[in-house]
């Protein structure tokens, strides 16, 4: 019995422990970032088959350079995380794991994650990888506190794996990473303002200021999601314009924009909660549609 009980108990220590490692790096964040990185890659016109080794390990190393971002967001904002409900399970903030943990395990998985992609791609998207790193977790991150201008900047880290996604399979800066990364990037700002909407009173007790009006949610914000959702329409024609993907994604782009853009209105217009959550959800099911259909439609 003691043998079976011994047993159990670190059975269930390493199982939490890897629950633990799941929460430091965001999974589904990272996920969601890396999908977009893969998708690109594969959007370059010289990837012109599915080569499963290659996309894996591309999927391997960006998980591990943003789960690397990640962790040091957490080890960073350890105190903050506790006191807001939505972040103060997380492992360094509730005490499960210490700050040195977090960053030992964000410098291994960096290097390793950064070292991989210039070993199987090349080194520049392995320098953007770094770059968008340190612009996440230690420009973004501290000034989050500071200015709603950190939204501005937080643009960058997160839609810089579209760019890298193309470099590493393109091993240029084309025109069509950046269109990639300007698609990714517009669509930033309605999603994210949304998020800061429903978690408004969290981020208010903690100080951080993601909202464009110093005032909260007011209209001017909603005002702010209407433009950049409107933006996005033009920005989503430039894959077909850039002969990059076919006239089908382009009107598949056009619906999933104009969807977005009644989303927004219907926040400016009614002002709640309820309206962001549904540009919030909304925006989620956005981006995989767009990325898949430029993906499916792509032109060699």
Known sequence: MTDNNTTNSVSFKIVSKVKDYFQLIKFTLS?????????????????????????????????????????INQAVEKDTDALMKRTKTRPVAAGRMSAKEAYTFALIAGVVGSLMIWYYFNLSAALV?????????????????????????GGFPGALPCLIGWVAGQDDFSAGGWILFAIQFIWQFPHFWAIAWVAHSDYTKVGFKLLPSAKGPTKFTALQAVMYSVLMIPIGILPYYFNMAG?????????????????????????????????MFSSYIYLPIVLLALLANKIH
Do not use: H
């Open 247 to 279: 006239q089908l994604s382009l009107w598949i782009v056009l619906v999933c924009n104009l969807f977005m853009v009644v989303q927004c209105v219907r926040l400016y217009k009614d002002m709640d909660v309820k309206a962001a959550r549904r540009v």
């Open 31 to 71: 996920f969601t970032v890396v999908f977009s990185c893969v998708v690109c890659y594969l959007m370059a016109p010289k990837v012109v088959d599915y080569d499963w080794k290659m996309i894996t390990l591309l999927f391997v190393a960006g998980m591990l350079v943003t789960g690397s971002a990640n962790a």
């Open 129 to 153: 990888s770094l770059f968008s790193l340190f612009l996440y977790a230690y420009i973004y991150t501290p000034l989050k506190k500071i200015n709603s201008v950190s939204v501005l900047i």
